[in-house]
């Protein structure tokens, strides 16, 4: 056999070979199916689109082996391409979205958690308040109940009232407290600082109505003035107490007798409990 | 006489046939293509890809209808319809993608993609 036989079979083949090469668009459709074929998300979110890829595919497949490398064959690969690609995008923006709402259900628990730390937290002050409050009322109740026993002691709206004998603070018309006193502040200043630490004192001294009413005014004044800083020496802190003079106005008894000018002649402390 | 009338109707029946298609496919196309500029797949680098390759393929198909080739226009208007719709979902994804990102970061409120 001579040479140009086989060549021109070889050609022949060749042309063969070239004629039943599937087009660069068919390879690109089979590859683009493929990967989103082999897609998790893909097959899972987007069945429907995955599938009509697939059909896609047949239909440019069926063209090729019919038609062989055509325009419209190439079209119907193309085509395939696209769609398949529309599977593999579905599928990975149903990621996305899954991915937003699983990031702000995150988001949510966290902030329900804050929530409740805080919540426990504040819980668990407003427990220890009010434990500290109802040691605090305690305290006070046994101050109080210490001072029912060396002076007289009523409730009014202001605060606890602690009413002191002036015969037994003051000589007539001084401001100087007797030595006889000091035992019994003494005892006073030891239930003020006993009691509730948040309350508050105001020294208010009386008078009755002998001598007159500057003069008294002034006088009761010193004396509550002379309370104050002894209580203060014995432990009062000076931020919780203050002193202030009501002269003869405020009787408690009648001024006619001397019994009524004994009761007027007096001091009182008001222990204010503190603000709720 | 009777056979070439025969002939002449059934030729006219095909066309017809050929042209609705390709046709009512144009006009769809056309409807994706306006959805994905609506959407602003202009403003999505891949999205816009697609979407110009869209609008070419919806004028070529135009050109293939007038000149009567309506099977290719068919096919053309196939081609313009699924890049379209690829714009679209492109849209879609970018959308979801920024809103995971801004979801992921604490004190972010994530849009609806």
């Known amino acids: 056999m001579s040479p140009r036989p086989l060549t021109f079979i070889a050609a022949s083949l060749a042309l063969v070979a070239c004629a039943h090469k599937p087009p660069e668009e068919l390879r690109e459709a089979r590859a683009t199916y493929q990967k989103a074929a082999a897609d998790p998300s893909t097959r899972q979110e987007t069945p429907a689109e995955l599938d009509e890829a697939r059909r896609s595919l047949v239909r440019a497949e069926r063209s090729f082996v019919v038609e062989g490398d055509t325009p419209k064959t190439r079209d119907r690969a193309y085509i395939a391409t696209r769609k398949a690609e529309l599977a593999l995008v579905m599928g990975r923006t149903a990621d996305y979205v899954e991915s937003a709402r699983n990031a702000e259900l995150w988001q949510a628990r966290e902030a329900l958690s804050a929530e409740q730390a805080e919540n426990a937290a504040n819980a668990a002050r407003l427990a220890e308040e009010q434990e500290l409050r109802a040691e605090a009322e305690r305290r006070a109740a046994l101050a109080i109940a210490a001072l029912a026993e060396i002076a007289a002691v009523r409730s009014e709206p202001r605060g606890t009232i602690v009413t002191l004998s002036g015969s037994v603070l003051f000589a007539s018309g001084k401001s100087t407290l007797l030595p006889s006193a000091t035992s019994r502040l003494s005892q006073v200043a030891e239930a003020l600082t006993a009691g509730d630490p948040g309350s508050t004192f105001v020294v208010e001294g009386y008078t009755d109505s002998s001598g007159s009413e500057a003069f008294n005014q002034k006088l009761s004044e010193a004396r509550a003035q002379a309370v104050r800083e002894f209580l203060v020496d014995h432990g009062v802190a000076p931020d919780r107490i203050e002193a202030r003079g009501l002269g003869e106005s405020q009787p408690v008894a009648s001024n006619a007798t001397a019994e009524g000018r004994a009761n007027n002649r007096r001091v009182e402390i008001v222990i204010q409990p503190p603000p709720s | ?113």
């Open chain 2, 1 to 113: 006489m009777r056979a070439p009338m025969f002939s002449l109707v059934i030729v006219s029946f095909a066309l017809g046939c050929a042209t609705a298609p390709a046709k009512q496919a144009v006009t769809e196309s056309i409807a994706t293509v306006n959805t994905a500029e609506q959407l602003g797949a202009s403003e999505v680098p891949q999205a816009a890809k697609a979407l110009d390759y869209a609008q070419h393929e919806v004028a070529w198909a135009k050109a293939l209808l007038i000149n009567g080739r309506h099977e290719r226009a068919l096919l053309m208007a196939q081609r313009a319809e699924s890049d379209a719709a690829l714009a679209i979902v492109l849209v879609r994804e970018q959308r979801a993608r920024q809103a995971a990102e801004q979801a992921k970061t604490p004190g972010a409120t994530a849009p609806n993609p």
